[in-house]
Protein backbone atom coordinates (compact mmCIF):
# COMPACT_ATOMS: atom_id res chain seq x y z
CA UNK A 1 0.00 0.00 0.00
CA UNK A 2 1.20 3.39 -1.03
CA UNK A 3 0.86 6.21 1.57
CA UNK A 4 -0.01 9.37 0.00
CA UNK A 5 0.14 12.72 2.14
CA UNK A 6 -0.25 16.25 1.83
CA UNK A 7 3.37 17.59 0.91
CA UNK A 8 2.54 21.67 2.73
CA UNK A 9 5.67 23.03 0.30
CA UNK A 10 4.30 21.95 -2.82
CA UNK A 11 0.52 22.00 -1.92
CA UNK A 12 -0.46 18.77 -3.14
CA UNK A 13 -0.52 15.17 -1.99
CA UNK A 14 2.27 13.30 -2.74
CA UNK A 15 3.82 9.78 -2.00
CA UNK A 16 5.29 8.95 0.64
CA UNK A 17 8.90 7.99 0.46
CA UNK A 18 11.49 8.00 3.34
CA UNK A 19 15.19 8.45 3.54
CA UNK A 20 16.06 5.20 4.38
CA UNK A 21 13.51 2.30 3.19
CA UNK A 22 11.15 1.06 5.51
CA UNK A 23 13.00 3.65 8.70
CA UNK A 24 11.07 6.81 9.36
CA UNK A 25 12.31 8.98 12.14
CA UNK A 26 9.73 11.37 14.05
CA UNK A 27 10.58 14.23 16.27
CA UNK A 28 7.85 15.57 17.48
CA UNK A 29 7.82 18.63 20.54
CA UNK A 30 7.52 18.11 23.44
CA UNK A 31 5.88 20.67 26.54
CA UNK A 32 7.41 23.10 28.11
CA UNK A 33 7.31 21.74 31.65
CA UNK A 34 6.65 24.64 34.11
CA UNK A 35 3.40 23.07 34.90
CA UNK A 36 1.05 20.17 34.57
CA UNK A 37 -0.44 19.45 30.99
CA UNK A 38 -3.82 20.35 29.44
CA UNK A 39 -6.43 19.21 27.58
CA UNK A 40 -4.83 20.53 24.64
CA UNK A 41 -1.39 18.46 24.90
CA UNK A 42 -3.61 15.19 24.96
CA UNK A 43 -5.22 16.09 21.94
CA UNK A 44 -1.49 16.77 20.28
CA UNK A 45 0.39 13.85 21.53
CA UNK A 46 -2.53 11.80 20.91
CA UNK A 47 -2.29 12.80 16.98
CA UNK A 48 0.95 12.04 17.27
CA UNK A 49 0.85 8.51 18.41
CA UNK A 50 -1.74 8.01 15.75
CA UNK A 51 0.25 8.87 12.57
CA UNK A 52 3.24 6.55 14.46
CA UNK A 53 1.24 3.53 14.74
CA UNK A 54 -0.30 3.76 11.47
CA UNK A 55 3.60 4.13 9.85
CA UNK A 56 4.19 1.16 12.01
CA UNK A 57 0.93 -0.72 10.75
CA UNK A 58 2.17 -0.13 6.94
CA UNK A 59 5.44 -1.88 7.96
CA UNK A 60 7.45 1.41 8.71
CA UNK A 61 10.62 1.06 11.78
CA UNK A 62 9.53 4.46 13.83
CA UNK A 63 12.17 6.03 15.57
CA UNK A 64 10.49 8.44 17.41
CA UNK A 65 12.40 11.25 19.26
CA UNK A 66 10.59 13.86 21.86
CA UNK A 67 11.91 17.17 23.49
CA UNK A 68 10.88 18.26 27.11
CA UNK A 69 11.91 22.25 27.37
CA UNK A 70 12.86 21.84 31.47
CA UNK A 71 14.62 25.11 31.40
CA UNK A 72 13.57 28.77 30.06
CA UNK A 73 12.41 32.13 32.06
CA UNK A 74 9.08 30.82 33.71
CA UNK A 75 10.86 27.57 34.80
CA UNK A 76 13.61 29.61 36.44
CA UNK A 77 10.98 31.96 38.12
CA UNK A 78 8.93 29.63 39.29
CA UNK A 79 11.56 26.98 40.74
CA UNK A 80 13.16 30.40 42.80
CA UNK A 81 9.97 30.62 44.19
CA UNK A 82 9.72 27.02 45.26
CA UNK A 83 13.10 26.92 46.33
CA UNK A 84 13.93 24.54 44.24
CA UNK A 85 17.04 23.96 41.39
CA UNK A 86 15.31 24.93 37.86
CA UNK A 87 15.65 21.28 36.52
CA UNK A 88 14.60 19.37 39.80
CA UNK A 89 11.40 21.54 39.63
CA UNK A 90 10.48 21.28 35.73
CA UNK A 91 11.57 16.83 36.21
CA UNK A 92 8.22 16.86 38.88
CA UNK A 93 6.11 18.19 35.01
CA UNK A 94 8.14 15.64 33.09
CA UNK A 95 7.13 12.63 35.17
CA UNK A 96 3.70 14.05 35.47
CA UNK A 97 3.18 14.55 31.72
CA UNK A 98 4.83 10.86 31.09
CA UNK A 99 1.90 9.56 33.47
CA UNK A 100 -0.88 11.02 31.62
CA UNK A 101 0.60 10.26 28.30
CA UNK A 102 0.37 6.30 30.06
CA UNK A 103 -3.33 6.76 30.96
CA UNK A 104 -4.25 7.57 27.59
CA UNK A 105 -2.05 4.34 26.16
CA UNK A 106 0.42 6.67 24.29
CA UNK A 107 2.90 4.77 23.13
CA UNK A 108 6.10 5.96 24.38
CA UNK A 109 8.91 8.32 21.93
CA UNK A 110 11.89 5.80 21.40
CA UNK A 111 14.10 8.79 22.89
CA UNK A 112 13.09 11.84 25.07
CA UNK A 113 15.62 14.50 25.18
CA UNK A 114 15.92 17.62 27.70
CA UNK A 115 16.40 20.96 26.35
CA UNK A 116 19.35 21.17 29.99
CA UNK A 117 21.27 18.10 28.34
CA UNK A 118 22.36 19.78 25.15
CA UNK A 119 22.76 23.41 26.35
CA UNK A 120 26.57 23.45 25.07
CA UNK A 121 25.07 23.10 21.32
CA UNK A 122 22.82 25.73 21.68
CA UNK A 123 25.45 28.04 22.79
CA UNK A 124 27.14 26.75 19.48
CA UNK A 125 24.58 27.81 17.34
CA UNK A 126 23.18 31.08 18.96
CA UNK A 127 27.61 32.19 18.57
CA UNK A 128 26.81 31.25 14.92
CA UNK A 129 24.02 32.79 14.64
CA UNK A 130 25.43 36.25 15.89
CA UNK A 131 29.01 35.62 13.86
CA UNK A 132 26.85 35.78 10.70
CA UNK A 133 24.47 38.57 11.56
CA UNK A 134 21.74 36.40 11.61
CA UNK A 135 21.42 37.25 15.11
CA UNK A 136 21.82 39.93 17.74
CA UNK A 137 22.21 40.92 21.47
CA UNK A 138 20.72 43.26 23.47
CA UNK A 139 21.89 43.32 26.85
CA UNK A 140 22.37 39.59 27.17
CA UNK A 141 19.01 38.85 25.01
CA UNK A 142 19.44 37.61 21.08
CA UNK A 143 16.96 38.61 18.87
CA UNK A 144 17.05 36.45 14.98
CA UNK A 145 16.85 38.68 12.46
CA UNK A 146 13.89 37.18 10.53
CA UNK A 147 14.43 39.80 7.31
CA UNK A 148 18.38 38.17 6.91
CA UNK A 149 16.49 34.23 6.54
CA UNK A 150 14.28 35.43 3.77
CA UNK A 151 15.31 32.33 1.46
CA UNK A 152 13.41 30.35 4.15
CA UNK A 153 10.86 32.48 5.46
CA UNK A 154 7.93 31.79 4.61
CA UNK A 155 8.56 29.00 2.30
CA UNK A 156 5.65 26.14 3.83
CA UNK A 157 3.32 29.23 4.46
CA UNK A 158 3.83 30.47 0.74
CA UNK A 159 4.24 34.28 2.45
CA UNK A 160 6.52 36.86 1.18
CA UNK A 161 8.18 39.13 3.94
CA UNK A 162 6.80 41.98 2.51
CA UNK A 163 3.39 40.43 2.58
CA UNK A 164 3.41 39.89 6.62
CA UNK A 165 1.35 42.83 8.58
CA UNK A 166 2.50 43.34 11.97
CA UNK A 167 2.37 45.63 14.49
CA UNK A 168 4.92 48.41 14.95
CA UNK A 169 7.75 48.24 17.34
CA UNK A 170 6.67 49.71 21.00
CA UNK A 171 8.24 52.56 22.01
CA UNK A 172 11.28 51.11 23.71
CA UNK A 173 11.89 47.78 22.48
CA UNK A 174 14.80 46.31 22.56
CA UNK A 175 14.62 44.59 18.76
CA UNK A 176 15.87 46.00 15.38
CA UNK A 177 12.25 44.68 13.66
CA UNK A 178 8.86 43.76 14.78
CA UNK A 179 9.15 40.32 12.91
CA UNK A 180 12.58 39.42 15.02
CA UNK A 181 12.19 36.95 17.67
CA UNK A 182 14.45 35.92 20.92
CA UNK A 183 15.98 33.12 20.46
CA UNK A 184 17.38 33.83 23.97
CA UNK A 185 16.84 35.80 27.30
CA UNK A 186 18.68 37.15 29.54
CA UNK A 187 18.15 36.54 33.36
CA UNK A 188 16.04 39.00 34.86
CA UNK A 189 16.82 41.07 37.53
CA UNK A 190 14.59 39.20 39.68
CA UNK A 191 15.53 36.59 39.47
CA UNK A 192 19.75 36.81 39.73
CA UNK A 193 20.43 35.79 42.99
CA UNK A 194 18.94 32.52 42.57
CA UNK A 195 21.99 31.80 40.30
CA UNK A 196 23.26 28.58 41.59
CA UNK A 197 23.04 24.71 40.67
CA UNK A 198 24.39 23.05 37.60
CA UNK A 199 21.29 24.45 35.23
CA UNK A 200 22.07 28.44 36.71
CA UNK A 201 25.87 27.51 35.69
CA UNK A 202 25.08 26.29 32.31
CA UNK A 203 22.88 29.47 31.42
CA UNK A 204 25.85 31.52 32.72
CA UNK A 205 28.46 29.79 29.90
CA UNK A 206 26.15 30.51 27.36
CA UNK A 207 26.13 33.98 28.24
CA UNK A 208 29.46 34.09 28.38
CA UNK A 209 29.51 32.51 25.16
CA UNK A 210 26.73 34.71 23.69
CA UNK A 211 28.78 37.74 25.13
CA UNK A 212 32.50 36.72 23.20
CA UNK A 213 30.21 36.23 19.82
CA UNK A 214 29.40 39.98 19.80
Known amino acids: M ?25 YVCGPTTYDYSHLGHAKSYVSFDMVRRYLEYLGF ?28 YAQVYIDAFLEDMRALNVEPATHYTKVSDHILEIQTLVAQLIERGFAYTVDGD ?29 PG ?9 ALWKAYKKCIRTQRTGPASQLLRDIEAQISSAR
Not at 69 to 79: G, H, K, L, N, S
Not at 147 to 167: N, P
Open 61 to 88: RVTLVQNFTDIEEVIIRRAAQAGKPPRE
Open 142 to 170: VYFRTRKAKRSFGLLTHQRLEDVIVDPLP
Open 2 to 26: TLRIYNTLSHQKEDFKPIEADKVRM
Open 173 to 181: SRREDPLDF
